[in-house]
Every structure is written in structure tokens, then in C-alpha cells.
Nanobody
Framework: QVQLVESGGGLVQAGDSLRLPCAAP????????MGWFLQALGMEREFVTG???????DYEDAVKSRFTITKDNGKNTVYLQMNSLKPEDTAVYYC???????????????????WGQGTQVTVSS
């Protein structure tokens, strides 16, 4: 049973930073690519960033200079460091994992089988 658990969300002011960990004890991070998605109220779930099993990363353009995804293979945890937060970053953030090994980062939610419960990030102006 694969379980993903996000944490670290909260209410912050514009310009602040947050770090979101996603723990996945049932996965072997050396073989699995991971993604982070956001879902704003009333909107579709959208790709934010992903990290391949090899460690290479992809970012959505709006966050490329502000967000950083990293992982700790030994702790089976992926992190989303969010700096210079903006009100438009307000959303529920989800980490996700596919059912296949050694896959590429998928920009579509349909490419992921396992999802965390989400963590709310609210940025006030």
C-alpha cells in the first residue's frame, strides 16, 4: 500500500516562504519520479513541478524562479521549497507518484496513481 503524506502548508504573507515535505514510505525514490500539483478553488488540478528518479527536474513557468523541488532518497521524502510566495499561489498542494518505475515526469494528473491528501497554502497580500 503506497501512502503519500504532505505537510507544511499554512497561511503566510506575500513574499514569505514555505517548505512542503511529502513522505512516501512505501516507495523507492531511486526508481520513481514524483510530481507536485496545485488545485485552486474551483479550478482544475495543475502541474507545478516534478523530479525524475534520476534527480532531474521540471517546473511550470510561473514558479520556475521561485520554487525548488528536491528529494531525499534515504528518507523517501520529496520537498517543495516555495519562496517569494504570491497570492496567486494560494491553493491546495498535492504530491503524486505514478504506478511505474523509471518513468518521465508527467505534466498531467492522469499520469499519477498515488496522491497525498493535500495541504492548503494560503498567501495573503
Amino acid at each position: 500500500q503506497v501512502q503519500l503524506v504532505e505537510s507544511g502548508g499554512g497561511l503566510v504573507q506575500a513574499g514569505d516562504s514555505l517548505r512542503l515535505p511529502c513522505a512516501a514510505p512505501g516507495l523507492t525514490f531511486r526508481t520513481v519520479s514524483m510530481g507536485w500539483f496545485l488545485q485552486a478553488l474551483g479550478m482544475e488540478r495543475e502541474f507545478v513541478t516534478g523530479i525524475r528518479w534520476s534527480g532531474s527536474t521540471d517546473y511550470e513557468d510561473a514558479v520556475k524562479s521561485r520554487f525548488t523541488i528536491t528529494k531525499d532518497n534515504g528518507k523517501n521524502t520529496v520537498y517543495l521549497q516555495m519562496n517569494s510566495l504570491k497570492p496567486e499561489d494560494t491553493a491546495v498542494y498535492y504530491c503524486a507518484a505514478p504506478s511505474t518505475y523509471y518513468s518521465d515526469v508527467d505534466y498531467s494528473p492522469s499520469g499519477y496513481r498515488y496522491w497525498g491528501q493535500g495541504t492548503q497554502v494560503t498567501v495573503s497580500s
